[in-house]
């Protein structure tokens, strides 16, 4: 059902599973959301980061834009790389 991963010399191998793909895409999703806030706010698109800087408690909105783009991108990644598994593919 899982086939392994190679391993170094004196380790066992470990089997590739769904989860483990799941949680690396999720994170590299995560991380793609994060640049594109970053750049949002490195560029100063529509005056956010004017916005942030002026705000009583910017914390919040920070928390909520690095929040909303890490989880979607996070969850549009982890999605369509389960989506794209196929029967032949040399994750399963």
Do not use: H
């Not at 793609?32 to 956010?48: E, S, V």
């Amino acid at each position: 059902m899982t086939t392994p991963l190679p391993a170094a010399p004196g380790q066992t191998p470990r089997p590739r599973t769904i989860a483990r793909l799941v949680v690396v895409n999720w994170a590299l999703g995560m991380a793609a959301g994060t640049l594109c806030a970053t750049m949002i706010l490195a560029l100063d698109l529509a005056g956010l980061r004017g916005l942030l800087l002026r705000a009583d408690e910017p914390w919040i909105g920070l928390a909520l834009l690095y929040g909303g783009f890490g989880f979607s991108f996070g969850g549009l990644v982890a999605a369509t790389a389960v989506m794209t598994i196929s029967e032949k593919s040399p994750t399963r």
